[in-house]
T-cell receptor, first 113, second 111 residues
């Protein structure tokens, strides 16, 4: 079955460490997105990529970095510069047709210890 | 900066229809309305989308007013598994067509 796979499901990070969250899709979608969700709140856009080797900052990109070397993969690195990284991170992708919505992964919960 | 307004919570009896309203008074003529739901600690699940006509699929129906300023998601026979946060979203043309998620409506289906 086609879909988006995020790993790991739970991740613990010590303060000062960088961590990378994986996002892989086999839907042949061009566009991919990273969102952050804090408790009781909606989703906020971190980064997005509309095509391989290109990506753009979203609303809250500070302290995060991404790469898009392959169409299927869009990893997110949470750097030590991100002051409050504990959150639920969601990856999504979208097909090309104008009306297409998103397909989401199951999320990664990151906790700083 | 979400472009939609939803009630924070609603209750519905199991087996009855759940009608979730959404206001999107600033929607542009070519923007679609999407509905997603999210069960705790999972990724949002697509439900339905529409432009100006009413839509129905195996999960739900979407009723959009003629002026497109509001819409209603209808779950015809709610079950306990429909308890979730429901998001009404319009797509924003900039930022790579991002979807702007507000706080959504918490729907509690009760037996």
């Amino acid at each position: 079955d086609g879909g988006i796979t995020q790993s790991p499901k739970y991740l613990f990070r010590k303060e000062g460490q960088n961590v990378t969250l994986s996002c892989e899709q086999n839907l042949n979608h061009d566009a991919m997105y990273w969102y952050r969700q804090d408790p009781g709140q909606g989703l906020r856009l971190i980064y997005y990529s509309q095509i391989v080797n290109d990506f753009q900052k979203g609303d809250i990109a500070e302290g995060y970095s991404v790469s898009r070397e392959k169409k299927e993969s869009f990893p997110l690195t949470v750097t030590s510069a991100q002051k409050n990284p504990t959150a639920f991170y969601l990856c999504a992708s979208r097909g090309q047709a104008r009306y297409y919505g998103y397909t989401f992964g199951s999320g990664t919960r990151l906790t700083v210890v | 900066d979400a472009k939609t307004t939803q009630p924070p919570s609603m209750d519905c009896a199991e087996g009855r229809a759940a009608n979730l309203p959404c206001n999107h008074s600033t929607i542009s003529g070519n923007e679609y309305v999407y509905w997603y739901r999210q069960i705790h600690s999972q990724g949002p699940q697509y439900i339905i989308h529409g432009l100006k006509n009413n839509e129905t699929n195996e999960m739900a129906s979407l009723i959009i007013t003629e002026d497109r300023k509001s819409s209603t998601l209808i779950l015809p026979h709610a079950t306990l598994r429909d308890t979730a946060v429901y998001y009404c979203i319009v797509r924003v043309a900039e930022y790579g067509n991002k979807l702007v998620f507000g706080a959504g409506t918490i729907l509690r289906v009760k037996s």
